[in-house]
């Protein structure tokens, strides 16, 4: 069971890493956070959407990461 854990925290990782490239390549930089003209222009939403996308899978990774760590003998 631990190792199916440790598997999908790779997996996840990776995604994240494509995520951010993706995002990188887009914003033309590192961005850590989309810009912030979207929440002043009132799309709040669009702006939670990209976090989640951004930090979802990294926050993943590291509950993966803890449920192998629990599941260890």
């Known amino acids: 069971m631990r190792a199916i854990y440790l598997g999908f925290a790779v997996l996840s990782l990776a995604a994240a890493a494509l995520v951010w490239t993706f995002i990188a390549g887009w914003a033309g930089r590192v961005v850590f956070a989309p810009d912030t003209e979207l929440l002043a222009s009132g799309e709040a939403l669009t702006w939670l959407a990209f ?13 993966l990461l803890f449920m192998a760590w629990q599941k260890s003998p």
């Open 51 to 63: 976090m989640v996308l951004m930090y979802g899978p990294i926050a993943t990774a590291g509950w």
